[in-house]
């Protein structure tokens, strides 16, 4: 099944404070044929970036995260390289919203649990439109 799913050979920067889901789709990606670097905390993801900002082809992101939300760390991201893809996931947000994420820059929004095709196939919509 997951063979007719498309993949690709990117390098992503995952970043969600939850280390479980961290994990889970490190390996659902790495299944896909990316290379990933995870991070559970939005300001060392933050700081990995500003060390190579050219490191990366997309970062996928979790809106509700201590100390630096996804909204903040997406705005942060952007400034260093406005052309950027990020994917924002979040579950239920009052602060956030689809609309408000693509004013924002962010190229995809996802709603929380995602699943293995969505996040393929949305990985795959937002590199390809480089």
């Known amino acids: 099944m997951h063979d007719k799913l498309p993949g690709g050979n990117e390098k992503i920067l995952f970043v969600d404070d939850e280390s479980s889901l961290v994990e889970f789709n490190k390996e659902?990606?790495?299944?896909?044929?990316?290379?990933?670097?995870?991070?559970?905390d939005s300001v060392a993801a933050l700081a990995l970036f500003l060390s190579s900002p050219h490191a990366f082809d997309l970062v996928i992101t979790d809106m509700t995260m201590p100390r630096m939300t996804g909204d903040?760390?997406?705005?942060?991201l952007l400034k260093i390289r406005p052309d950027l893809p990020i994917i924002l996931c979040t579950g239920y947000s009052a602060r956030m919203s689809e609309e408000k994420a693509m004013e924002l820059g962010i190229k995809k929004y996802l709603e929380k649990p995602v699943e293995m095709e969505n996040l393929a196939r949305s990985v795959r919509q937002v590199l390809d439109r480089l």
């Open 72 to 76: 903040v760390l997406a705005r942060e």
């Open 28 to 40: 659902r990606l790495e299944r896909l044929g990316y290379t990933v670097e995870s991070r559970t």
